[in-house]
């Protein structure tokens, strides 16, 4: 992958972990709403952002990485 297309890159990953974030709290809500408990769409998505947070320091180094190294094969 060439250096340029690296910002399309990093936008589309971002978009990517909105959709797994939203799509996870929706099936959970769902599943919530079949037993019956009193749980708003909000409150889950709060919840399992907390989940996505510890992804928030992998992609800093990830970056960081790719800039310094400059290749996207970084681990």
């Given amino acids: 992958m060439l250096l340029g297309q690296l910002?399309?890159?990093t936008a589309a990953?971002?978009?990517w972990q909105a959709v797994k974030l939203f799509g996870l709290a929706l099936a959970i809500w769902?599943?919530?709403?079949?037993?019956l408990t009193r749980c708003t769409y909000m409150t889950v998505v709060s919840a399992c952002s907390f989940?996505?947070?510890v992804q928030i320091p992998n992609a800093i180094l990830t970056g960081l990485l790719v800039r310094l190294k400059g290749t996207t094969r970084v681990f």
């Fill in 51 to 53: 989940v996505f947070l």
């Fill in 13 to 15: 990953l971002a978009a």
């Fill in 7 to 9: 910002p399309l890159a």
């Fill in 30 to 35: 769902l599943t919530l709403l079949f037993y």
